[in-house]
């Protein structure tokens, strides 16, 4: 496998994933030699002080590029961000990073009406599907878990839908479009799909 191949990249990050939850990351986190800007994947995580990619994938400076947004949800200036990434700077894998106990997908379940008013419309459809299988009341951690989960798929359905660019890189296997889920507990990182 090519050391440049999307796969290989992805399984980088795998790797470096395992290493972070054994204790055994290897990643020099402040080594200012490195003065190129070639990342080589996208992450798009939340906000959430927890979640912090370079150190979940242990990677360092100028591995990833990565974007931070509560609720770890796509708009359009970001999408134009991951298109540079891959057109011009060559990315190969993007990750739609969801993670347990995400604050701002559990203010939007519990209908906290004054919390992230911007994110509902990107929340309700999984919101929507969700509702129709498991109940809010009954069992409200399952609800907001897989409601969590859904929305990372629907975020990448949408970056798909809304970037030609992007969709046509993974048509051409030229682009790894995957979700995953965070936990905080064990610090794994486990691929939807
Ligand atoms: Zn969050």
Redesign the pocket.
């Known amino acids: 496998m090519s050391t440049n191949s999307a796969k290989f990249i992805f399984e980088e990050l795998i790797q470096g994933n395992l290493r972070f939850q054994k204790n055994q990351s290897t990643t020099i986190i402040n080594n200012k030699e490195v003065l190129s800007n070639e990342p080589k994947a996208i992450i798009l ?4 002080s927890r ?1 912090i990619p370079e150190v979940i994938f242990d990677q360092g400076i100028g591995d990833l590029y990565v974007s931070r947004i ?3 949800i796509e708009n359009k200036d970001i999408i134009n961000s991951f298109e540079f990434a891959c057109n011009f700077k060559g990315c190969k894998v993007l990750i739609v990073l ?2 347990e ?5 559990t203010s939007v379940c519990d209908n906290h009406e004054t919390l992230f008013v911007n994110l509902k419309p990107h929340i309700a459809p999984a919101i929507k599907a969700i509702s129709q299988k498991i109940n809010f009341d009954k069992d409200r951690n399952q609800y907001i878990t897989k409601v ?1 989960e859904l929305s990372v798929l629907l975020t990448l359905d949408r970056i798909r839908f809304k970037s030609p660019i992007l969709s046509n890189l993974e048509k051409n296997n030229e682009l790894i479009l995957v979700g995953a889920m965070y936990s905080l507990i064990t610090g794994e990182i486990r691929i939807l799909n």
Request: overall charge negative; hydrophobic content about 30%; charged content about 10%.
């Open positions: 995580s939340c906000i959430d979640v509560a609720g770890n969801g993670h106990d995400c604050g701002a997908v969590s």
